[in-house]
């Protein structure tokens, strides 16, 4: 027999199996931590915090990569024109290369 729950006055749903809550027990779960597994630097240094660690990579030059998205060139054979003259470079460069 299907059971039914209340979930509004007059509206009725199929009352489901309740799934446990995936959140953490702190105050604020979706919180990055700065906390990281000891990790060497160039200068020779371990470090635990992450802010250290990108600090000291800056002061000396370095460039930490990620993973954001960079922009997309744009095109330049967008139009017949572009391809015409693209074309007729190359038949005035082969035609300097070949005897």
């Known amino acids: ?3 039914l729950e209340e979930i509004a ?4 749903r199929v009352k489901k199996a309740s799934r446990k809550n995936t959140r ?5 779960p979706h919180i990055i ?5 000891p990790t060497e630097q160039v200068d020779g240094n371990f470090y635990t915090s ?5 600090a000291v990579g800056r002061s000396l030059g370095l460039v930490e990569v990620g993973n954001e998205k960079l922009k997309q060139k744009p095109k330049n054979a967008a139009s017949r024109a572009a ?3 693209r074309r007729a470079s190359i ?3 082969l035609a300097r290369i070949k005897p």
Request: positive net charge.
């Open 1 to 3: 027999m299907v059971e």
């Open 9 to 12: 006055p007059n509206r009725w």
């Open 24 to 28: 953490s027990d702190l105050p604020l």
């Open 33 to 37: 931590s700065d906390s990281m597994p």
């Open 50 to 54: 992450k802010r250290a660690f990108r």
């Open 83 to 85: 391809g015409e003259a």
């Open 91 to 93: 038949k005035k460069a």
